[in-house]
């Protein structure tokens, strides 16, 4: 197969695609985007991370879990790594968990959240399971609640791409980045293909937005203690720029003033860093 194109470039902490495209047999041609360069495959190996095909996509349901955390004004530094180091590991012990990301919440917001949670499961069976698990109840009991002064969970199902990188959220993209979360109370006067539409659109945002968005889901929100919220969406970002990039963008602003603003009674917005394992939170 010939090698047709292939572009780099970057702005602003921005990572912007590699395109390629291949001559098929028959005259046909594929096009491939890379979101990044160069991933770490043994030693000082260069390769092509984060294969996405132009062409359709085998997609997977899986379960978003997000909890935002109230916690107390008096929490000190080494209580607040304890918790986080804590909840991070759950992982570890209960295998149904695909991934974690967790942090400090970055500015202040009318809920008052202070730090932001999202695990990723298989199935609500699992999320269930891990619910009832006694790691689970050990490290919420001894490290969150003592310091919490309340909290919202929202867990969601969504679709992603059915592959490993996103799926897992793992590799050079998820390593390091910003949380972007928004929950909405949807009027109860919105008709049902309103909010199918408005979901639809929130979810073709990564395909318009694929300089600015590593990923994001979206979905009807099913847990009990959601504080009256009804719909989610996750959108995680390689940066701040890229945040503020995609805040700003016409595509996301026309969806969100068009489609979500309408039907909302009430949203919340928020943000929290996601650092790198072993990386100490920035004051």
């Known amino acids: 197969m010939a090698l047709m194109a292939s572009q780099y470039y970057s702005t602003a902490g921005i990572r912007r695609p590699i395109l390629r495209t291949d ?4 005259g046909r041609r594929r096009t491939y985007k890379f979101r990044h360069r160069v991933c770490r495959l043994g030693r000082n190996l260069e390769a092509f991370a984060g294969l996405d095909c132009a062409m359709n996509k085998p997609m997977r349901k899986v379960v978003d879990h997000l909890v935002l955390l109230k916690m107390k004004e008096d929490l000190t ?3 607040e790594t304890t918790m986080l180091d804590n909840v991070y590991t759950l992982q570890y012990h209960f295998r149904g968990i695909l991934c974690v990301s967790l942090g400090r919440i970055l500015s202040e917001n009318q809920e008052r959240c202070t ?6 499961f298989a199935s609500k069976d699992l999320l269930l399971k891990y619910n009832e698990h006694p790691t689970h109840s050990k490290v919420a009991k001894e490290f969150v ?3 919490c002064n309340g909290f ?3 867990d969601f199902e969504a679709e992603v791409e059915d592959s490993l990188e996103p799926l897992f959220r793992r590799g050079e993209e998820f390593e390091s980045g910003i949380e972007h979360i928004i929950l909405l109370k949807v009027s109860e006067s919105a008709s049902a293909d309103r909010v199918q539409d408005m979901l639809q659109s929130l979810c073709k945002l990564p395909e318009m937005l694929p300089t600015v968005l590593v990923q994001l889901t979206a979905g009807v929100i099913f847990s009990a203690q959601n504080q009256g919220y009804t719909h989610a969406i996750v959108a995680r970002l390689p940066s701040e720029d890229a945040l503020e990039a995609f805040n700003k963008h016409e595509a996301y602003v026309s969806v969100f003033s068009e489609k979500v ?3 909302c009674s009430q949203i919340l917005s928020t943000d929290y860093r996601v650092e790198a394992v072993g990386t100490t939170i920035q004051q």
């Not at 730090?115 to 990723?120: A, C, D, K, S």
Request: cysteine-free.
């Open 77 to 79: 530094e080494e209580q």
């Open 152 to 154: 919202i969970t929202a």
């Open 23 to 26: 001559n098929l047999p028959g």
């Open 115 to 120: 730090h932001g949670i999202l695990m990723r």
């Open 145 to 147: 609640l003592p310091y």
């Open 261 to 263: 603003i309408p039907i």
